[in-house]
T-cell receptor, first 116, second 114 residues
């Protein structure tokens, strides 16, 4: 099956710093990528949808200036958490859509962000 | 507004038993219903999926039953094994202009006791 690589898997940062998370589709062209946030023992909440070469579409309540998404190529999308604060600590997961089966969304392995 | 409701929140089953997880949805525009398995600290992995024109789909020990009129679908895990202990999420996709967007259920933590 298709592989989506997400990096880093874990990051610890100080409050006020920015953190960038990368999501790469390794063997297919991802026309659409999705970014989710998951708190402990909770479900995945969609943050934003990004299409290659265009601005991301953010879900209601998600601050676009706080969570910057770039999808500059068909194999790479990045999520930057700007001026991170402890309440931003969460598990962030990307998924990519495309390839030989549009019905299948392939998920990255997630990034655990801890803001001190 | 929670568009996909999942139950139970947690489930304990003996090895060899059947795990049953139920989901209900509201939006009739959903056109694809996948189930995902997630282990701690990992991203979700696609387990099995069904389209609304099919009432049942079986893959190995996993079966989805789909009731379009009731807007409900369920996952059955037969002969449950300790390695099946994980969190399971149902989801519903709205394709077309929504661009393959998934809405997830709340998740079910399954523990299979040896």
């Amino acid at each position: 099956g298709a592989v989506v690589s997400q990096h880093p898997s874990r990051v610890i940062c100080k409050s006020g710093t920015s953190v960038k998370i990368e999501c790469r589709s390794l063997d297919f062209q991802a026309t659409t990528m999705f970014w989710y946030r998951q708190f402990p023992k909770q479900s995945l909440m969609l943050m934003a949808t990004s299409n290659e070469g265009s601005k991301a579409t953010y879900e209601q309540g998600v601050e676009k200036d706080k969570f910057l998404i770039n999808h500059a190529s068909l194999t790479l999308s990045t999520l930057t958490v700007t001026s991170a604060h402890p309440e931003d600590s969460s598990f962030y997961i990307c998924s990519a859509s495309g390839g030989d089966s549009y019905e299948k969304l392939f998920f990255g392995s997630g990034t655990q962000l801890s803001v001190l | 507004q929670q568009q996909v409701k999942q139950s139970p929140q947690s489930l304990i089953v003996q090895k060899g038993g059947i795990s049953i997880i139920n989901c209900a949805y509201e939006n009739t525009a959903f056109d694809y219903f996948p189930w995902y398995q997630q282990f701690p600290g990992k991203g979700p992995a696609l387990l099995i999926a069904i389209r609304p024109d099919v009432s049942e789909k079986k893959e190995g020990r996993f079966t989805i039953s789909f009731n379009k009129s009731a807007k409900q679908f369920s996952l059955h895990i037969m002969d449950s094994q300790p390695g099946d202990s994980a969190t399971y999420f149902c989801a519903a996709r709205m394709g077309g202009a929504a661009g393959n967007k998934l809405t997830f259920g709340g998740g079910t933590r399954v523990l299979v006791k040896p």
